[in-house]
C-alpha cells in the first residue's frame, strides 16, 4: 500500500520561509513526476512547481518564479518545496503529487493530504 505523507506548512510572516516535504512510502518499483500543486478557497488547483522525470524540467508558476525552489532526494523518495519571500496572497493548501511506476505499463498519481500554508501578520 502506497502512502504519501506532506509536513511542513504552518503561519509565517510575510517576507518568511517554509519548507515542505512530501515522501512516499510502499512497495513502488520507481519513481517520475514530482511536483506541488495549490488550491485556494473556492479555486481550483494549480500548479506551483514540478519535476519532470523523462527530461529533467522544472516548471514554476510565474508567480513564485525567483521565490520558490523545487527539489527531490530519490534515495528518500521524498520532494520539497523551500519557499522564501512568502506573500499573503501564497495563503493556500498545498498539496504534493508523486507519480509512482510499478511497472514498465503501469504507474499511478498519487496525492498528498494536504498541508495548509498562511502568510500573514
Known amino acids: 500500500q502506497v502512502q504519501v505523507v506532506e509536513s511542513g506548512g504552518g503561519l509565517v510572516q510575510p517576507g518568511g520561509s517554509l519548507r515542505l516535504s512530501c515522501s512516499v512510502s510502499?512497495?513502488?518499483?520507481?519513481?517520475?513526476?514530482m511536483g506541488w500543486y495549490r488550491q485556494f478557497p473556492g479555486k481550483q488547483r494549480e500548479l506551483v512547481a514540478e519535476?519532470?522525470?523523462?527530461?529533467?524540467?522544472?516548471d514554476y508558476a510565474d508567480s513564485v518564479k525567483g521565490r520558490f525552489a523545487i527539489s527531490r532526494d530519490n534515495a528518500k523518495k521524498t520532494v520539497f518545496l523551500q519557499m522564501n519571500s512568502l506573500k499573503p496572497e501564497d495563503t493556500a493548501v498545498y498539496y504534493c503529487?508523486?507519480?509512482?511506476?510499478?511497472?514498465?505499463?503501469?504507474?499511478?498519481?498519487?496525492w498528498g493530504q494536504g498541508t495548509q500554508v498562511t502568510v500573514s501578520s
Open positions: 503529487y508523486i507519480v509512482v511506476v510499478y511497472s514498465t505499463f503501469s504507474k499511478s498519481t498519487y
Open positions: 510502499g512497495s513502488i518499483s520507481s519513481i517520475e513526476d
Open positions: 519535476i519532470i522525470h523523462s527530461d529533467g524540467r522544472i
